[in-house]
């Protein structure tokens, strides 16, 4: 008889086994029972049969292209941080330049914030 998904089963220590997925090379995305608690008892049994080679290969391929966007991504949003900061300091900048230029000393001349 095959396993349902509203299946419960027991584990060696009494508790209800939980469902997880396996993200190995062998069996990617194949979903088995395990023990409920951290440390567990070491019960295992498989819930999907084994997949055939062709599957697991389309899997690592699109697993893949899938960290490679997922990477892709990461490196354009610390990109944008980046910018971001920049122009804020560039902001910064300009205004503490121009409030600097704008300024007039006690002797009635003006004075330029030089920045090393």
């Known amino acids: 008889m095959k396993a349902g998904m509203s299946e419960t089963r027991r584990c060696f220590c009494g508790g209800f086994a939980r469902l997880e997925t396996s993200w190995t090379r062998d069996n990617p995305g194949r979903r088995f029972w395990t023990c409920c608690r951290k440390k567990g008892c070491g019960y295992f049994d498989w819930f999907d049969p084994q997949m055939c080679a062709r599957s697991k290969m389309i899997i690592h391929g699109l697993l893949n292209r899938i960290n490679k966007v997922n990477d892709?991504?990461?490196s354009s949003r610390m990109r944008e941080k980046l910018l971001?900061?920049?122009?804020?300091?560039g902001v910064l900048v300009a205004v503490?330049?121009?409030n600097a230029t704008q300024h007039n000393g006690s002797s009635g001349t003006k004075t330029v914030l030089e920045l090393a």
């Open 84 to 89: 971001g900061f920049l122009i804020v300091i």
């Open 96 to 98: 503490l330049s121009a």
């Open 72 to 74: 892709e991504l990461k």
